[in-house]
């Protein structure tokens, strides 16, 4: 587990902190901190649609928040991705020099 502090530029602080506190997105991130899970399975247990889970969950793999546990090879020999959140906390302050976000990750 490592901490890291970083400024954003307003801008890019509000972003993240947006994109944080869609529901989706919150969900998502909040269902994997515990366990990795696969896309239908983070769909089923939080009631939203899969279509939008699978958006949300690229998004936040390519920005890093979630990352691939492991792959399996189900019974039709496709590949079943489960997936972490790297975030096991986040605060943020507000001051002069702008936005501090210290993300506690995995």
Same mark, same amino acid.
């Not at 529901?23 to 009631?47: D, G």
């Not at 649609?49 to 492991?70: A, H, N, V, W």
């Not at 959140?85 to 986040?90: C, D, E, H, M, V």
């Given at each position: 587990? %490592? !901490?890291?502090?970083?400024?954003? %530029?307003?801008?890019? $602080? +509000? +972003?993240?902190?947006?994109? /944080?506190?869609?529901?989706?997105?919150?969900?998502?991130?909040?269902?994997?901190?515990?366990? $990795?899970?696969?896309?239908?399975?983070?769909?089923?247990?939080? &009631?939203?649609?899969?279509?939008?889970?699978?958006?949300?969950?690229?998004? +936040?793999? %390519?920005?890093?928040? !979630?990352?691939?546990?492991?792959?399996? !090879? %189900?019974?039709?020999?496709?590949?079943?991705? @489960?997936?972490?959140?790297?975030? &096991?906390?986040?605060? @943020?302050?507000?001051?002069?020099?702008?936005? /501090? +976000?210290? @993300?506690?990750?995995?």
């Amino acid at each position: 587990m %490592d !901490i890291r502090s970083s400024y954003y %530029d307003n801008y890019n $602080a +509000l +972003l993240l902190l947006k994109e /944080l506190s869609d529901r989706i997105t919150y969900r998502i991130i909040i269902s994997t901190i515990e366990s $990795a899970k696969t896309t239908y399975q983070i769909s089923e247990e939080n &009631k939203l649609p899969l279509s939008s889970t699978y958006k949300k969950i690229q998004k +936040l793999y %390519d920005t890093g928040l !979630i990352s691939i546990e492991k792959i399996n !090879i %189900d019974s039709k020999g496709k590949k079943v991705l @489960f997936y972490r959140s790297r975030i &096991k906390s986040l605060e @943020f302050n507000l001051n002069q020099k702008g936005l /501090l +976000l210290q @993300f506690n990750r995995k």
